[in-house]
């Protein structure tokens, strides 16, 4: 749902129940609990002087006597409902709602993430008049299940993995490792890790059942902030919790006299499985009539990986997006150099090409590198390469309860059903 007029747009209040989830480069993201939401807020750059906090407060008192603000954010909204989310797939996504904090809350969120947020974070602060609530998917919703003919345990678990990149476009394939395995050595280069992980997207891309497979359990091994394993909404393994990993899938599986290495291997089987999962059964992308980029979008996918990921799962449709960039990082660099991005006017640009498109999304997108070379429309040769690097950057949740009783053969055969060797599960796969 989008709100289409500013004034519909109201305060919300933040429960006294939350938990800082995490944040990137551009966002601090809060888990509501009892809400079973997410809310995103969106950061700035801290100021370093004075002046700089007198031109935030300019800023802050612009953003609510205008609504710039709430315009940009309406805007951004507007960007993933109508690219990201038929582009990843409505069935992995959430809806966002559009919300208002006020400066007050602001505020005082502020000081009581102090204690939460990692130092190098520190260096931007909150931004008035930016957030948005999503979905929680760390649970299941009623929705999704009060309709079955069977009972559920009460606990959920959520698997939630940041896959990075997963290929190379032609451009990078010179290079010895992909850019994740690169970055290591220079995080570790930087003092920003202590340990080398062994995890390459590659592996978890491939389609092999034995490099996915060993994918997850590098994770397991060095989790970084690429994996977190939570428990009814809280975060019980990752790099931030000390837990012993072969306890909590002890828990998942019920099993608590089975080997730990046996324990560990099924639960690799079940990630990969929950991974190569079709959950949609239908891409908008089969009724695109020109199938120009999107078919060659295919053909790539197919001659890049060993062993081809099912159409339709959620690996699959990040990939795809990911592919958006064929020229690799170094040409938009290099292009860059050349002309400024005009602020964010792009992303108006290219929705409004959508709304008048007569081909698929994707084929939408692709043809922007090959024209609008003009100064109005020459920011829109960007937009591939940006929308790739969302999918190369973004997480996704598996999310899991146990089934109590024994199945029929009918219900057996459902997408959302998986049979480990320990107990039938539930399976929702999403993306967010």
């Known amino acids: 749902m989008f709100y ?11 429960p006294s129940e939350w938990t800082y989830r995490g944040e990137g480069n551009s966002n601090v993201v809060l888990s509501l609990p009892k ?28 953003y609510w006597y205008c609504g710039k603000g709430i315009k940009e954010e309406l805007r951004d909204l507007k960007f993933y409902s109508a690219i990201m989310r038929p582009l990843l797939g409505i069935r992995y996504t959430s809806e966002a ?41 760390a649970f299941l919703y009623e929705d999704d299940y009060e309709y079955l003919p069977f009972k559920l345990e009460d606990d959920t678990f959520a698997v939630e993995i940041k896959p990075k990149q997963g290929w190379k476009p032609l451009s990078e394939r010179q290079f010895p490792k992909c850019l994740y395995c690169m970055n290591q050595h220079l995080k570790m ?34 989790p970084q902030n690429n994996f977190r394993v939570f428990k009814n909404g809280i975060l019980c393994y990752g790099e931030k919790a000390n837990a012993n990993f072969n306890k909590i899938i002890s828990e998942l599986f019920e099993s608590q006299f089975e080997e730990s290495d046996n324990l560990e291997e099924e639960f690799c089987v079940l990630i990969q499985h929950c991974l190569m999962t079709n959950l949609i059964n239908f891409s908008p992308m089969e009724t695109c009539e020109e199938k120009l980029f999107c078919e060659w979008n295919k ?18 449709k990040i990939l795809s997006v990911q592919m958006l960039d064929t020229e690799g990082s170094n040409y938009y660099n290099k292009l860059l150099g ?18 008048n498109a007569n081909v698929c999304l994707k084929c939408t997108i692709m043809m922007l590198n090959n024209s609008n070379k003009g100064e109005d429309g020459a920011d829109l040769v ?41 107990h039938w599960r539930m399976l929702n796969v999403v993306r967010h």
């Open 382 to 422: 960007f937009a591939p390469y940006m929308i790739s690097a969302i999918a190369k950057d973004c997480s996704l949740m598996i999310t899991l309860k146990r089934i109590k009783e024994n199945l029929s053969y009918e219900w057996m055969e459902r997408e959302q059903i998986i049979e480990p060797l320990f």
């Open 97 to 137: 709602h559009q919300v208002i904090l006020t400066r007050r809350q602001i505020k005082v969120l502020e000081k009581e993430l102090q204690k939460c947020r990692p130092d190098f974070r520190k260096t931007k602060i909150l931004q008035y008049g930016r957030a948005a609530l999503f979905d929680d998917f």
């Open 35 to 62: 809400l079973r939401k997410i809310l995103r807020i969106r950061k700035i750059d801290k100021p370093k002087s004075l002046i700089g906090w007198l031109i935030v407060w300019i800023n802050d008192f612009l």
């Open 299 to 316: 053909i790539i996918q197919e001659s890049n990986c060993d062993s081809i990921l099912p159409k339709g799962c959620v690996l699959e």
């Open 189 to 222: 280069e930087k003092g920003q890790i202590n340990e080398f992980s062994k995890y390459c997207p590659e592996d978890l891309f491939s389609g092999s059942a034995m490099r996915m497979r060993s994918a997850i359990k590098s994770l397991i091994q060095c």
């Open 4 to 14: 289409g007029e500013i004034e519909s747009i109201t305060n919300f209040e933040i």
């Open 338 to 355: 050349k002309q400024n991005l005009k602020d964010w006017n792009y992303i108006d640009m290219l929705l409004h090409k959508v709304n």
